[in-house]
């Protein structure tokens, strides 16, 4: 059981596909004062641990996986922050369900939990350019990604970079208690 001594923190950065999550928590990761993890499901599909050539010949249904492995990706987060690693984690929560699965994880943790926003036509651009989503991705999660969570902290990625940084660091600096997360954890467990 986390006692809170010597556990990581995390800072969650939400937002729909093509937001600029990855960006923001690089940069972040390189200026915040002390060392974090980046945790992302971008690190199952940029190190093959996914069966990709089975799940893209229809060998492997990735639909049949999906739920196990989201499942597994948000246990990983406690026990990386237990074994005292802070962590930036870049996440798409893309239900309700996941929502109330973190907060019953992570409800033990310093969590401070930031909406990065973008809006429709640049996540659509960005779609189109980055060319490694499918297409339609970014506004079904524009449409849903916000929408059953509030945030310690708000950003929109059409804004410097830098000053997202700044801005982020700075708030969470000076971040207080109850966080966000905390108060949602509460409200959802009654």
Not at 160 to 170: C, D, F, K, P, R
């Amino acid at each position: 059981m986390n006692d809170g001594s010597n556990t990581g923190k995390i800072i969650i950065i939400n937002g729909p596909s093509s937001a600029g999550k990855t960006t923001l928590a690089l940069a972040l990761q390189n200026k915040v004062d002390i060392p974090f993890l980046r945790f992302s499901f971008d690190v199952f599909l940029e190190n093959n641990v996914l069966p990709m050539e089975r799940i893209r010949n229809g060998t492997i249904s990735w639909n049949s996986m999906r739920p196990s492995v989201f499942e597994g990706f948000h246990h990983c987060l406690p026990v990386l922050a237990a074994a005292g690693n802070n962590l930036i984690v870049d996440h798409i929560i893309e239900t309700k369900a996941w929502m109330v699965n973190l907060l019953e994880l992570l409800s033990a943790y310093d969590v401070y939990f930031v909406g990065l926003y973008c809006s429709l036509p640049e996540l659509e651009r960005r779609e189109r350019h980055r060319g490694n989503r499918p297409s339609g991705e970014a506004r079904i999660d524009f449409e849903t990604v916000h929408s059953f969570a509030s945030y310690d902290l708000e950003l929109n990625s059409e804004e410097s970079l830098e000053g997202n940084v700044a801005t982020l660091i700075a708030a969470w600096n000076n971040r207080s208690k109850p966080s966000t997360f905390e108060r949602m954890a509460a409200d959802w467990q009654r």
